[in-house]
């Protein structure tokens, strides 16, 4: 499979069995809506990661999200703070908030 036509090529379709199991990473059969669920999270990580870097390169400030979107950023990013320290792992220091910072509740 390509994401670009080469010679002698056939558009597949993504309901297509091989297709699935092709894109399946565990040789499982899912549906392409199984796919997208499972990648969402993943995604969404992504998303979560690019703005903490935009923010730690000054690219952006946090305050320049929408109000719905800063809360969010930081529920989940104390969520994921005490499962870290519930799981003994090391919390990263990479926060959106500088120590000047305060969170309102």
């Given at each position: 499979?390509s994401?670009?036509?080469?010679?002698h090529?056939?558009?597949?379709?993504?309901?297509?069995?091989d297709?699935?199991?092709?894109?399946?990473?565990?040789?499982?059969?899912?549906?392409?809506?199984?796919?997208l669920?499972k990648s969402d999270?993943e995604?969404?990580?992504i998303?979560?990661?690019?703005i903490?870097l935009?923010i730690?390169?000054?690219?952006?400030?946090?305050t320049d999200l929408?109000?719905?979107?800063q809360?969010?950023?930081?529920?989940r990013?104390?969520?994921r703070?005490?499962?870290?320290?519930d799981?003994?792992?090391p919390v990263s220091?990479?926060?959106?908030?500088?120590?000047d910072?305060s969170?309102?509740?």
């Amino acid at each position: 499979m390509s994401a670009h036509p080469v010679e002698h090529s056939t558009v597949a379709d993504i309901a297509d069995p091989d297709v699935i199991r092709f894109l399946s990473s565990n040789n499982n059969t899912e549906s392409p809506q199984e796919i997208l669920d499972k990648s969402d999270t993943e995604v969404s990580r992504i998303v979560e990661d690019l703005i903490d870097l935009l923010i730690a390169k000054q690219t952006i400030l946090f305050t320049d999200l929408p109000e719905p979107a800063q809360q969010k950023l930081l529920s989940r990013k104390l969520a994921r703070s005490a499962y870290q320290s519930d799981e003994n792992s090391p919390v990263s220091n990479n926060s959106i908030l500088s120590d000047d910072d305060s969170i309102l509740l």
